[in-house]
């Protein structure tokens, strides 16, 4: 298992990465039977320490959790806390080994964030990408899609369809309800 861990605006000391690494290592080793890799990532804003946990699970499939405390330890525990539950609840999916073959088949994307600019000439908007992030678009059934949607915390999630090989997408709508898009060419 691979773990890496990461400071933002603050210096982690050797004590907080190993007692971080040692609890990701064990929540891994109770409930998954495969070699997962993992990034930690520990803030702080002023008083209050942040910390998101991934969990990479075979290519492109991730499980996060996250935690804020005024104390970082207390908001690494709550973040492992949270994760757990998502481990726990969604094990018998991940466990899947027939469908966890598939996402091997995975085709490499690219995802970008843009940030809207006001143009200075014309007043019409420019838009300039600020990150790049390489990703996958994994063979799901749409249940994984909307189990994916919920392990990420992402606004939406792009994914080639296992019944019908088409390219899907589903997504969190702004009632609260799960969304979904069969694009059919």
């Given at each position: 298992?691979?773990?890496?861990?990461?400071?933002?605006?603050?210096?982690?000391?050797?004590?907080?990465?190993?007692?971080?690494?040692?609890?990701?290592?064990?929540?891994?080793?109770?409930?998954?039977?495969?070699?997962?890799?993992?990034?930690?990532?520990?803030?702080?804003?002023?008083?209050?320490?942040?910390?998101?946990?991934?969990?990479?699970?075979?290519?492109?499939?991730?499980?996060k959790g996250n935690?804020?405390?005024?104390?970082?330890?207390?908001?690494?525990?709550?973040?492992?806390?949270?994760?757990?539950?998502?481990?726990?609840?969604?094990?018998?999916?991940?466990?899947?080994?027939?469908?966890?073959?598939?996402?091997?088949?995975?085709?490499?994307?690219?995802?970008?964030?843009?940030?809207?600019?006001?143009?200075?000439?014309?007043?019409?908007?420019?838009?300039?990408?600020?990150?790049?992030?390489?990703?996958?678009i994994l063979p799901?059934?749409?249940?994984?899609?909307?189990?994916?949607?919920?392990?990420?915390?992402?606004?939406?999630?792009?994914?080639?369809?296992?019944?019908?090989?088409?390219?899907?997408?589903?997504?969190?709508?702004?009632?609260?309800?799960?969304?979904?898009?069969?694009?059919?060419?």
């Amino acid at each position: 298992m691979s773990v890496k861990i990461f400071g933002k605006n603050l210096e982690l000391g050797e004590s907080l990465q190993e007692y971080s690494e040692s609890k990701i290592r064990k929540l891994s080793e109770t409930y998954l039977d495969e070699e997962v890799d993992s990034n930690i990532t520990i803030s702080k804003d002023k008083k209050i320490f942040e910390t998101e946990i991934c969990l990479y699970i075979n290519k492109g499939f991730v499980i996060k959790g996250n935690g804020a405390s005024d104390d970082a330890y207390h908001a690494v525990d709550i973040a492992l806390q949270r994760l757990e539950g998502r481990v726990k609840r969604h094990k018998n999916r991940i466990k899947d080994k027939a469908r966890r073959s598939e996402w091997g088949k995975a085709v490499d994307a690219v995802r970008y964030v843009l940030e809207r600019k006001p143009s200075s000439s014309d007043g019409d908007e420019e838009h300039l990408i600020i990150a790049e992030q390489e990703s996958s678009i994994l063979p799901l059934s749409v249940s994984e899609a909307v189990m994916k949607l919920d392990l990420t915390e992402m606004p939406v999630v792009m994914f080639k369809n296992a019944d019908n090989g088409r390219i899907n997408v589903v997504y969190k709508r702004g009632d609260g309800h799960i969304g979904w898009i069969d694009y059919k060419s």
